[in-house]
């Protein structure tokens, strides 16, 4: 009874907070899932403020208010894409910087409900840490914190492959290109299997735990958002992001056997 009863807590929750109107606009989420059931699942990994929110809500074609977009998710936040042949994907993202419900998120798409891909996603040390965090925040430091939870999230990914009886896909998203736009090609080249980087090291320990045959790795330039503000630059910038961003899509895809 417990998913019954915590589905009413969040309709009621939904009414209270968002009245009648909010309430109406949710109504398809409530037999969607007959729909969403189909649709390949894809946990969103990577360390607090490297871009996963931003990302799952682009992908999902959910515009973000700015207060969505705020570092330090403290729940799992799902999204689903449905595109116009009925294809689609359901998106987990797992908080990124928050011990009790990380866990329990983490238990959830590598084990519990185990997802068919994962968004790994990095930003090249260019993570946003929050306004009160206390912790060393150099590019430097920010790269160790991307590769120590890099080390966690690709155990588990290790452990639930080893355990499926069909093929997981893990694409490294690396993020926020827009801040380090000359050095995109190193960047890709820093997270890419076999490059010889400590991140690397860690990507080519991932395939030989799983098997080449039952993990398939890409990498793949992004950004979401662009920080330049004149008309013009804007206005490329943003389909420069759509591209990527349909790149992504289509290469998830093409994974998930949907071309
Ligand atoms: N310049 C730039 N900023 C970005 C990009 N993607 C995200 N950001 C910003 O980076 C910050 C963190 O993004 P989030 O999506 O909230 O990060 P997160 O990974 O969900 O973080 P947690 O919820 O703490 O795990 C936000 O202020 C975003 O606006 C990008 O591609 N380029
Ligand atoms: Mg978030």
């Known amino acids: 009874m417990a998913p019954a009863s915590s589905a009413a807590r969040v309709a ?11 309430a109406l606009s949710n109504a398809p989420l409530q037999f969607g899932h007959l729909l969403r059931g189909r649709f390949p699942t894809v946990a969103v990994t990577g360390m607090t403020g490297v871009g996963k ?4 809500d682009r992908l999902a074609r959910r ?3 700015e207060s969505t977009v705020d570092v330090g998710s403290a729940t799992m936040e799902r999204r689903t894409r449905k595109t116009a042949k009925g294809r689609g994907f359901r998106f987990r993202v797992v908080p990124g910087d928050n011990a009790a419900t990380r866990l329990s998120a983490l ?7 185990p997802v068919d891909g994962v968004l790994h996603v990095v930003a090249n040390g260019h993570a946003t840490r929050r306004a009160n965090a206390a912790t060393d925040t150099t590019r430097e430091s920010l790269l160790a914190a991307e590769l120590e939870d890099f080390t966690i999230t690709a155990h588990r990914i290790a452990s639930m492959a080893v355990r499926r009886d ?3 896909w893990l694409i490294i998203v690396v993020t926020k ?3 380090f ?3 995109v090609a190193a960047a890709v080249h820093y997270y890419s299997p076999g490059s010889g980087s400590p991140f690397a090291a860690k990507v080519d ?3 030989s735990l799983a098997g080449g045959a039952r993990l398939s790795v890409d990498v793949v330039p992004m950004y979401t958002e662009a920080q330049t503000s004149t008309g013009k630059e804007k206005k490329h910038a943003e389909r420069a992001s759509a591209h990527l961003l349909d790149r992504l899509e289509s290469r998830m895809a093409q994974l998930s056997g949907h071309v």
């Open 12 to 22: 009621i929750g939904t009414s209270l907070a968002g009245g009648a109107l909010s």
């Open 53 to 56: 929110t931003r990302l799952a």
């Open 63 to 65: 515009a973000s208010v």
């Open 107 to 113: 238990d959830e798409v590598f084990h519990d409900d």
């Open 166 to 168: 069909k093929p997981v």
């Open 177 to 179: 290109t827009d801040l």
């Open 181 to 183: 736009s000359d050095d």
């Open 205 to 207: 320990e991932l395939r």
